[in-house]
C-alpha cells in the first residue's frame, strides 16, 4: 500500500483533482482533503469537510481517513503533523506540509495499493500543473517573452517501510519546486512502568436471618365456681324471731366463677452481635517490565556489496535482505575473545537466538563466514 500526499496552492487544483479521482473510482470517504477553515464553504458538497481543532496548528477543516484520525488522538499524536507521520510521512515533510495548510494550502491523501499509486500522481500532477500553466501563458502573453514551465514531478517514496498496514511507502504530489532532504529515522526507546493500585472486592460474609417462631406452651390453673342450689326440708315449729310477720319480699342469690386471663409480656433473653474488622496486610507484587535497549556498534570495514555477491554466487534460498542480518551478526564477533569458530559459536548463538528464536541452522553458516572474512580482513 502507498499513501499519495498532494499539495495544492488553490482549492480549484485541489477541487479539480478530487473530482477526477472519486470519477476514476476512488470513493469520496477514502480521499483525504485537509484545508484552512476559511476554505470550508468553497468545495460545496464535494466532500463532507468538518471544523478540526488540531494543536499545532489551530482549527482546520478536514475530511476522511487522516480527519478521523485526527479527530480521534489530536490530542496525543501531535496535531496534523503527527497524523501525516502516522500514514507515512517523514517528520520533516508532514511538519512542512502542515504548514503549508495553515497558510491556506489544500492538502489531500489517498491510500491505494502500489498498482494505483501512479494513476493518483498523475491526477494530481496533472491538475496542480494546470493554474501554473496558465498563469505562465498569461505572463509569457503579456511580456511577449516565454515563460519556463513550472510542474514538479512526483517526490519519489522510500521502499521498503517497515510498518505496511501503516500505508507502506508514501509518493507525493506537489506543484512546487523540491529540494533534496536529510534523511532520519527515529527510533523510540520504549519503557514499561509498573502502577500497583488497589481496589476492593467482595471475599464472602455472614447473612444473618432474623424470623419469628412459636412454640406452643401450657399451664395448669385452679378455676373456682359457685352455684346456688335450692333445698327444701319439712319442718313443724313456731316461727322464731322475725319470721312471725306476713311480708312480700324479693331475694337474689347470684353464682360466681373464675375464668382463665391471659397476658403475654416480651423479654429480651439473648443478644447476637455482629463486628466487623478491619486488618491490613502488605502484599507483594512481583512483574517482569519490558524496555527497549539498542546496541549501537560500528560496521566499519563491512562490504555490503561483497556480501551480496557472494550470497548470489552461493545460491542460496531467500532474498539477500533476509540474510543481511546474519552477515552483519558475523561481522560483529569480530572482537569476541577467541581464535577458534568453536570458542565464539555459543555466544553467538544466544544472542542471535534472543530476537530471532529458532532460526540459528538456516544462519549460522553465513554468520561463521562473516565471521572469519572480518578476521581475515
Known amino acids: 500500500m502507498k499513501t499519495v500526499v498532494g499539495m495544492f496552492n488553490t482549492t480549484g487544483e485541489a477541487q479539480r483533482t478530487l473530482d477526477e479521482l472519486i470519477q476514476i473510482g476512488f470513493g469520496p470517504k477514502d480521499i483525504s482533503v485537509i484545508t ?12 463532507n469537510l468538518a471544523a478540526i481543532d488540531a494543536p499545532d ?16 488522538t489530536s490530542s ?39 498498482k494505483d499509486a501512479d494513476r493518483v500522481v498523475a491526477v494530481m500532477e496533472r491538475h496542480a500543473r494546470t493554474e501554473q500553466d496558465l498563469a505562465a501563458k498569461a505572463a ?44 532520519e529515522r527515529r527510533i523510540p526507546i520504549m519503557r514499561e512502568e509498573l502502577r500497583v493500585g488497589k481496589r476492593e472486592v467482595e471475599r464472602g460474609g455472614v447473612h444473618v436471618s432474623v424470623h419469628v417462631k412459636e412454640t406452643p406452651v401450657s399451664e395448669r390453673v385452679n378455676l373456682r365456681e359457685q352455684h346456688v342450689e335450692i333445698e327444701r326440708r319439712p319442718v313443724s315449729r313456731s316461727p322464731q324471731a322475725g319470721e312471725g310477720s306476713f311480708k312480700s319480699e324479693e331475694l337474689e342469690f347470684k353464682e360466681y366463677g373464675e375464668e382463665a386471663m391471659v397476658q403475654k409480656d416480651v423479654r429480651v433473653v439473648e443478644e447476637v452481635i455482629v463486628h466487623k474488622r478491619t486488618s491490613g496486610r502488605d502484599a507483594i507484587i512481583a512483574d517482569n ?26 545460491n542460496q534460498q531467500g532474498s ?14 569480530r572482537g569476541a575473545k577467541g581464535n577458534r569458530w568453536e570458542d565464539v559459536e555459543a555466544s553467538a548463538r544466544s544472542t542471535w537466538e534472543a530476537s530471532r528464536p529458532g532460526t540459528w541452522d538456516r544462519y549460522k553458516d553465513s554468520i561463521k563466514y562473516a565471521w572469519t572474512r572480518s578476521r581475515s580482513s
Open 36 to 47: 484552512n477553515l476559511s476554505m470550508q464553504r468553497a468545495f460545496g458538497g464535494r466532500t
Open 57 to 72: 496548528i489551530g482549527k482546520i477543516a478536514a475530511s476522511g481517513p487522516v480527519a478521523d484520525n485526527l479527530r480521534q
Open 76 to 114: 496525543s499524536n501531535g496535531g496534523l503533523s503527527g497524523t501525516l507521520q502516522y500514514f507515512g510521512l517523514s517528520p520533516k515533510l508532514a511538519d512542512h506540509y502542515a504548514r503549508g495548510v495553515q497558510h491556506g494550502e489544500t492538502l489531500e491523501t489517498l491510500t491505494v495499493d502500489d
Open 140 to 183: 509569457a502573453d503579456a511580456s511577449g517573452a516565454s515563460a519556463a514551465k513550472q510542474a514538479s514531478a512526483p517526490i519519489a517514496p522510500p521502499s521498503g517501510s517497515s510498518e505496511p498496514t501503516r500505508s507502506g511507502n508514501t509518493a507525493q504530489a506537489r506543484s512546487n519546486t523540491s529540494g533534496t532532504e536529510d534523511e
Open 289 to 314: 517490565l519490558k524496555s527497549t535497549e539498542i546496541d549501537v556498534s560500528s560496521m566499519s570495514g563491512f562490504d555490503r556489496g561483497y556480501y551480496k555477491k557472494y550470497f548470489e554466487s552461493a
Open 320 to 333: 539477500f535482505d533476509e540474510y543481511l542480518p546474519a552477515y552483519e551478526a558475523g561481522h560483529k564477533l
